[in-house]
């Protein structure tokens, strides 16, 4: 999946996560829109973490460390424009797939479409 350049959105929405299941919904599908994510914060024990658009992966299994978050901040545009760190596709929620399932809390700066 390309993504294109954008124009970082005036107003960023915000979906807090705090869940023990091995699939999040971090964020909801939205009808007939893309979810853009621009930043993000999360912290977990050790585990590995899959980030879906629906049920397709966009990163490979990522680990994660415990008391080491994962921290994406939200970027200011710069010279070439800004760039989500991901996208969905249309229609689809943004899912956090987990192994084990284990406490994930944090934050996700996102637009829609």
């Given at each position: 999946?390309?993504?294109?350049?954008?124009?970082?959105?005036?107003?960023?929405?915000?979906?807090?996560?705090?869940?023990?299941s091995?699939?999040?919904?971090?964020?909801?599908?939205?009808?007939?829109?893309?979810?853009?994510?621009?930043?993000?914060?999360?912290?977990?024990?050790?585990?590995?973490?899959?980030?879906?658009?629906g049920?397709?992966?966009?990163?490979?299994?990522?680990?994660?460390?415990?008391?080491?978050?994962?921290?994406?901040?939200?970027?200011?545009?710069?010279?070439?424009?800004?760039?989500?760190?991901?996208?969905?596709?249309?229609?689809?929620?943004?899912?956090?797939?987990?192994?084990?399932?284990?406490q994930?809390?944090?934050?996700?700066?996102?637009?829609?479409?």
């Amino acid at each position: 999946m390309d993504i294109t350049n954008r124009s970082l959105p005036g107003t960023l929405s915000t979906a807090v996560v705090n869940s023990t299941s091995t699939t999040i919904e971090a964020i909801a599908a939205v009808e007939g829109q893309k979810i853009l994510v621009w930043g993000l914060f999360l912290v977990c024990p050790t585990a590995s973490m899959t980030i879906k658009s629906g049920s397709t992966a966009l990163t490979g299994p990522l680990g994660l460390i415990t008391g080491t978050p994962i921290n994406m901040p939200v970027m200011p545009a710069g010279q070439y424009g800004s760039y989500p760190y991901f996208e969905t596709a249309v229609g689809e929620a943004l899912n956090l797939a987990m192994s084990p399932g284990v406490q994930v809390s944090g934050l996700i700066y996102y637009s829609t479409e």
